[in-house]
């Protein structure tokens, strides 16, 4: 078989740089700009949520540091504020709503590396969207159907989630035609 010399540079670009971006992918990435109230707002919801873990003494779903799990609450929380922004839809900062979809019946998720979307294995006949960034500014990376992300080349045993690669992700731009 014969591989293209353009594609194999292409690739070792890649490789060099890390993963590939979501500029890579998609060509541009889908902002959301957020207001300073609306990140206070949000980012509250996160600290509650966090808050009520520790108090009912629940376990952190994933490993990590001390301090991980309240920016883990805080930013993922901001994620859903700016997915719902991006759907002109009303944020409801809910709390204690456990395998609820979070916005408009859909499951946010937020990376601070951005390399892809992250499917757990009890998600189910729902679509999962990916966000990264920080305040004021999120970039929606994309979506996937629960069920398409479970392969096991995707699995990844530290965090008992599948990883989509961002070269599997869906564009935001095919979001309407799937609804």
Known sequence: MEIEHDWIMSMAKVMDEGFPTLEHVHGSS??????????????????????????AGRKPRYPGKPGDMVRNHVMGAIAEAAFAKWLDVWFGGTIDTFHVADVAGVEVRWSSKGDGVSVRKDDRDIRV??????????????????????????????????????????SMTSWKKNT
């Open 30 to 55: 889908v902002g959301v700009e957020l207001t300073e109230i609306e990140s206070l707002t949000a980012g509250m919801t996160g600290l509650c949520r966090q808050m009520s873990s520790a108090y």
């Open 129 to 170: 969207v990916g966000l990264t960034g920080e305040p004021p500014r999120m970039t929606i990376l994309g979506w996937v159907w629960a069920d398409d992300a479970k392969l096991d080349d995707w699995w990844t045993g530290w965090s008992r989630s599948y990883r989509v690669p961002l070269t599997e992700v869906n």
